[in-house]
Each structure stands twice: as structure tokens, then as C-alpha cells.
């Protein structure tokens, strides 16, 4: 042991002495301060959630509380998304797996996602406060359930798709192994479906983001439900024309978007990578040095030795011997058809009741009001086709870009994200200034908002098709020479369109549930509107006229659904008969 020239050890030498960390264990050190630090908020905000309803919270301006606010934001959305996760995987299997499951389930998704968020709003937070009347948990579960109308449909659709594309030959694969329902799903369905529902789940999280000031901040009749968060403090700003609070506000915003892509986004892209169907591995490929710190852990990788690997070795020991019994005989079949039929009976008796309640409500609307409902759908119709037109026209080509290129993904994927996730009416006070100083108004500020609310569906699932396009067959491209306007008839768009056709239904279910916003402003103590169906839902929510609310929200989701039925759905099939990829 080496000395100074006093005797005493050196500081270097002493440093030297100590324990040094691992570079294995540096990720197991971060899990544990960050396992510690979730279980400490988790408390804070079972205590706040759990103790007594707040009759009005006051949304504070101060810089201070921006970072609780997004904590709370942020959590909220997670568990949303989390909720919407689970229902993506249930609600699309089924559908995709039971074609007489799958006659119903499709319509009724469309129909859902037709329906924008202020029309859910009335029955989702008076449910909730009834159902937890004396406790803060229901107001915030109806945040959470009004966040997740926003997320849940393009990962349902986006989900569904993938599972209708699966390549025969891995179908006719799981037939001749004898594959149970568990290891189809998870060996085959989850795989395969892994890239479009990465790149629709970080769409949807930038739908919650989207539509937070909605959610958190909003008017029902006489009632004011608002809760502490960043989508109230930004709805707080824009309604007083405070633009530096709006700006502090989207900048933090910014900075938790930042974030997840590092810590959430791009280690789940690099993870998937590796579900990519193809036979020549690519050379350039997403990377993330968190999943890379992760795949280092020893305790993560403990963990899944003892808890996830016996788990998923179960369920299959026990789904597979599931399989192998032999089928039900005559009396359980009978037992099955006569629930069935039962259950049938009791659901079409609910229909038949809700809609002679819905025409006894519709009956007391006049000529004058039917006739607005029809004028503005048309003006409705008009502002959402050319907004996705509009749409296409940029998305396709920078999609397709942004998925053939790896290093530019990792560059404009946060940036996407970003401008994804940026409440669009957070930043229309100030749109809205320069176009009335310019002359256009409103009505061409709500054709801006519905498209800065939209265009991103599109874009997502286009670089998710791109990427998801097999490494071989740009080889033989390349090889044979085919380039430019034939690469992309004979090779992008054929391969892109599954995922284009998803874009484009769940981009227009979008621009529908985003003209309740973009087509009713308030700001400075004044309301601005211009003519639409979605100015006459947020009017009707605010004034709780639920019978106008209901009319014009049928007719949207009418709407909706016909022009899924007459040119989607036929889209839908062309895709899954003509451009799906098989070995």
C-alpha cells in the first residue's frame, strides 16, 4: 500500500480502497431509486385520491406548481394507456379471431370512435362521481375514462389490422404444430402485431396529450369539474390570453414528451425490431442505450427468471392441455347455444329501449335546430376531408422517409412525437390572433386545429409500415435496379398500405372528435365559433342541452360509420386479401 510523504494515504489511493460499482450494477441501482421514489408517489396520490371530493380546485399559474401538475398529467395518462393496452389486445383478438364476433365489433368500434369526447363526457363523469359521491377517486377516474376515449381506438384498429395480415403460412404453421390460442397469440399475433401497435400506442399517448385540456378542466351544466394538472393550467392560460403561461406550460411539456421518448419510446422501437418479418437482417437498426443498460441488469434479468419466465411457462402448460381435450359434447353445446341466445335476447330488449328513449328525447327538437344539425355536418364534412387530404399529402412521402432510415428516425421520431402531443389549443390564442388580424377567422383556424390534431395518425402508422417492410425485398430492389416511381407502385405503397388504410380511418375518427374543439373557442371571456357539428356539441356541453348534444352526437357518429362502412371497410379487405407479405 503505497503512502505520501506523510504517511498517510493518498486521496487517489483511498478512492481506490472502495467498492467500485459494476457497470451491471449501475442499472440496478437506478431501478431501485426509481422503484422507491414510484412507491413514495403512489401513496401521496392513493392518499389525495382516496380522501374527500374537492367541491372546486384553483388552478395556480405559478412556475412552481408545473412540475406537479405534470406528475399528475403524466400519471393519468399512463393509466389510460395502460387500460387502453388491455382492451386493444382482448377487444382486437376477439374480433379478429370470430367472424361472427367480428360482424358486430367493427361496426361498434367505428361507431366509438366516431363519438367524440364531450359527447362521453356527461355520462362517463356523473357515472363516476355517483359512483364514488363523497370521494375524490371518481372525479379522477372520469379524467382518466374521458382520456382513454382519446387513446383506445386506433390501437384497437391498428391492433385488428395486424392480426387480419398475418401471413398464411404462419397460420397454417400454427394448425400443423397444434398451437393452443395462447401460443398463437403470444408466438404469432404479438409478434407480428408488435410494430404498428408500438408506433399507435406512442400516437395515443400523444392523443392524451392532445386532448389533457379537455380532460382535466371541463363544464357540465351549472357544474365545474376541474382537476390540478398540466392540461387545466394550459386551459387556465389560453382561456385568460396569458401566452407566457401557455408557453411555460407547453415547454414543460416538451420536456416530459423528451423523456419518455428516451426512456420509454425508443428502447420499446429498438426492442421490436426484432419482430420485423424478414430473412436478410438489416445493418442499420434503432438502438437505445437505455434497453442496452436494462439488458445488462442482473436483477431485472433475476427477476424474470423467477417470476415472468415460470408465469408464461404455466399459462402454456395449461392453455396446451386445454387444447388437447377433446370437444364438448351435444348437451354442453346446447348449454352454450341456449346462453347465447339468452344473452342475445336481453341485449337486443336493451336496444329497442334505449332507442325509443333516444326518439322520445329527439322528438322535441324543432325544424330550425334539425336543419342547423345538417348544415353544419356538411361544413364538418368539408373542413375534416380536406384536412386529411391535406394530411396525406405530406405524411406519406416523409413517413416513408422517416421508416427507411433508422438514423433519421431517432431524430424525427421525438420531434413528431413532440408536435403530436402539443395541445393544439394551447397555442390557438395566438393562431387565432394572426388570423384575425390576416382576415381568415375561425374558419380557417379550425381547419388548422383539426389538422394539427390528425395529421399525426397518419404519419405514425406510415413509418410504421415503412419500417415493418422486410430488408430482402429492398435488396432485390436495389438489385434489379428498380427505382424511383416504380420502387414505390411495386414495392412502398403496396407495403405501407395496411397501415395506411388504418391511418386514414383512425386520422378521420380524429378529425371528427377534433372539431369540438377547433370549431368552439373560448378565450379572453369571449367564445368564438364558427358553423359545425362540433361547435354544437361543446355549445350543447357547456349549456347541458343533452337533447341537442345527443342529436348532433348521433348524427357525427351516423356519419362516421358510412363512410367507414362505404370506403374503409372495402380498403380494409383489399389489404388483407392483396397486400399482406407471404413467404
Known amino acids: 500500500m503505497k503512502m505520501d510523504h506523510k504517511g498517510a494515504l493518498s486521496p487517489y489511493r483511498l478512492w481506490s ?130 382520456i382513454f376515449t382519446g387513446q383506445v381506438w386506433n390501437m384497437a384498429f391498428s391492433f385488428y389490422a395486424s392480426l387480419k395480415s398475418v401471413p398464411r403460412d404462419m397460420r397454417e404453421a400454427a394448425k400443423i404444430y397444434r398451437f393452443s390460442w395462447w401460443q398463437r397469440f403470444i408466438e404469432i399475433d404479438l409478434p407480428f402485431a408488435a410494430i404498428g401497435l408500438v408506433w399507435n400506442s406512442m400516437m395515443s399517448v400523444a392523443g392524451g396529450w392532445f ?26 392560460a389560453a382561456s385568460t390570453g396569458d401566452v407566457r403561461s401557455i408557453l411555460w406550460g407547453v415547454a414543460t411539456m416538451i420536456v416530459v414528451i423528451v423523456l419518455l421518448d428516451q426512456f420509454v419510446w425508443r428502447p420499446v422501437i429498438a426492442w421490436g425490431e426484432k419482430f420485423k418479418v424478414e430473412q436478410v437482417e438489416s445493418t442499420d437498426v434503432p438502438r437505445s442505450w437505455v434497453l442496452t443498460m436494462l439488458q445488462h441488469s442482473r436483477s431485472l434479468s433475476y427477476m424474470g427468471k423467477i417470476t415472468v419466465r415460470p408465469i408464461r411457462e404455466s399459462l402454456t402448460s395449461y392453455f396446451a392441455r386445454r387444447h388437447q ?26 336496444i329497442i329501449y334505449s332507442v325509443f328513449q333516444v326518439l322520445v328525447l329527439l322528438s322535441g327538437l324543432n325544424h330550425a335546430e334539425a336543419a342547423q344539425l345538417f348544415v353544419s355536418l356538411a361544413a364538418t364534412f368539408l373542413r375534416v376531408n380536406a384536412t ?97 416511381a416504380e420502387r414505390w407502385r411495386k414495392l412502398i405503397l403496396p407495403g405501407i398500405f395496411p397501415y395506411l388504410v388504418t391511418g386514414l380511418v383512425t386520422a378521420s375518427g380524429g378529425a371528427w372528435n377534433a372539431s369540438i374543439i377547433a370549431e368552439y373557442f373560448h378565450f379572453k371571456g369571449q367564445t368564438f365559433f364558427t358553423t359545425g357539428l362540433g361547435a354544437i356539441i361543446s355549445r350543447a356541453s357547456d349549456d347541458g342541452n343533452f337533447k341537442l348534444l345527443l342529436a348532433a352526437t348521433i348524427l357525427m357518429a351516423a356519419t362516421v360509420v358510412t363512410v367507414n362502412r362505404l370506403v374503409w371497410r372495402p380498403l380494409y379487405a383489399l389489404a388483407e386479401d392483396r397486400f399482406r407479405f407471404e413467404n
Open 325 to 350: 381435450v377433446q370437444p364438448a359434447g351435444p348437451t354442453s353445446a346446447a348449454a352454450k347455444n341456449w346462453m347465447a341466445r339468452t344473452v342475445g335476447v336481453i341485449a337486443i330488449a336493451a
Open 211 to 236: 386532448f389533457l385540456m379537455a380532460c382535466e378542466m371541463f363544464v357540465l351544466g351549472p357544474r365545474d369539474f376541474r382537476l390540478p394538472g398540466l392540461g387545466s393550467y394550459l386551459q387556465t
Open 388 to 484: 386529411l387530404l391535406i394530411g396525406a399529402a405530406w405524411t406519406i412521402p416523409v413517413g416513408v422517409w422517416i421508416g427507411f432510415s433508422p438514423r433519421l428516425a431517432r431524430i424525427a421520431q421525438p420531434m413528431a412525437q413532440i408536435a403530436a402531443s402539443i395541445p393544439a389549443t394551447a397555442l390557438f390564442p395566438i393562431v387565432l390572433l394572426i388570423l384575425i388580424k390576416m382576415g381568415g377567422g375561425l374558419s380557417i383556424g379550425s381547419v388548422i386545429l383539426i389538422l394539427l390534431g390528425t395529421q399525426w395518425y397518419i404519419l405514425f402508422n406510415v413509418i410504421a409500415g415503412a419500417m415493418a417492410i422486410p430488408t430482402d425485398l429492398k435488396e432485390v430492389c436495389s438489385v434489379f435496379g428498380i427505382k424511383s
Open 17 to 146: 480502497l472502495l467498492p467500485r460499482m459494476g457497470a451491471s450494477r449501475l442499472p440496478d441501482a437506478l431501478m431501485f431509486g426509481m422503484a422507491i421514489s414510484l412507491f413514495y408517489g403512489v401513496l401521496m396520490v392513493a392518499r389525495n385520491w382516496l380522501g374527500p371530493i374537492t367541491p372546486q380546485v384553483e388552478i395556480s399559474r405559478s412556475l412552481l406548481a408545473l412540475p406537479g401538475y405534470a406528475a399528475l398529467s403524466l400519471l393519468r395518462i399512463t393509466i389510460a394507456y395502460l387500460l387502453s393496452l388491455a382492451f386493444t389486445l382482448v377487444y382486437g383478438y376477439v374480433a379478429a379471431n370470430n367472424s361472427t364476433a367480428e360482424r358486430f365489433m367493427i361496426p361498434l368500434l367505428d361507431v366509438l370512435q366516431s363519438i367524440p369526447v364531450l359527447s362521453f363526457l356527461p355520462g362517463v363523469m356523473l357515472a363516476m362521481v355517483a359512483l364514488f359521491p363523497t370521494r375524490q377517486l371518481g372525479v379522477e377516474m372520469g379524467a382518466i375514462l374521458l
